[in-house]
């Protein structure tokens, strides 16, 4: 009875981190995708203060790309736990 509840509980995760995994991948293609058009916004813009305005937003967005890169790594990590 027991060994039901633990598999139970462990196809749950499993089936979340998939689905976090899912997620968290299509996340990441939307940001960038964002970010290369902003990059190519910002470059083609002739005035000054708003192409420095776009190429201040894209480190930022590659940023958080970064960021969400290490996250399906720590879900993994949390899941090795359990």
Do not use: A, H
């Not at 058009?37 to 910002?42: C, K, N, P, R």
């Not at 894209?58 to 993994?76: A, H, K, N, W």
Request: proline residues 2%; glycine residues 4%.
């Amino acid at each position: 009875m027991i060994n039901n509840y633990i598999n139970n509980f462990e196809s749950i995760m499993s089936t979340f981190l998939f689905y976090g995994f899912k997620y968290t991948l299509f996340l990441l293609v939307i940001l960038l995708i964002i970010s290369l058009i902003f990059l190519i916004v910002g470059c083609i813009i002739k005035s000054q203060t708003i192409k420095s305005k776009f190429l201040k937003i894209v480190p930022g967005l590659l940023l958080s790309l970064i960021f969400l890169l290490f996250l399906p790594y720590i879900l993994v990590q949390f899941k090795n736990l359990i």
